[in-house]
């Protein structure tokens, strides 16, 4: 299997339970402190689990501050509001999820953000659609961002092909878990019915 996918609440991931069963101390240690310290934990607590891999391992920091280890397949983290996602791959992967909620001056946003024909089409829409393209929008370059290793700032750059939103070999695929929509990418095809084969909570 070329990915895997898991999704999970941070609240029943990151207690003391599952960090003491999932965590290498050393991994543990490195914890943010503040209102940072859930998410990051779930996030790697998920990962452990997908590979059930107990004790995972210190990770290191890759461009942009990707985790990675030289043991493990490639993975991507993402949170938004009370979930988190993981996505391995056996290549580099990018994974982003956004609570599907409202969110004032898309358009603004998206001007700002996309390419001028995928800001065209998306003013094009009725507005009741703009918010759901929207997200879909906005996840895709954030997922192709991910898996070339780049952050948030480098939207702008993208141009990414309306048609596909994602670069020449490259491959995007959307799909929502309850209120959460969830966008992933990488270098080959993702199965047509590719769902999360792990949810915790």
Known sequence: MDYRLAFGSVECLSDNEQVARWLSPELAATAPGGKRRPVWL???ILLAMLLEKEALPLLAAGPNGKPWHPELPHFNISNSGSSVAVLVGKDEVGCDIERLRPRTRILAVAQ??????????????????????????????????KQQGGTVWQIATLGLPLATLCPPGRYLTHLAVRNTLIACCGTKPFPAQFSPELEFC
């Open 42 to 44: 779930a996030g790697r």
């Open 112 to 145: 700002h953000s996309f390419a001028p024909d995928i800001y065209a089409w998306l003013a094009a829409l009725p507005s009741d659609k703009q918010l759901p393209a929207f997200w879909k929008l906005w996840t895709a370059h954030e997922a192709v961002l």
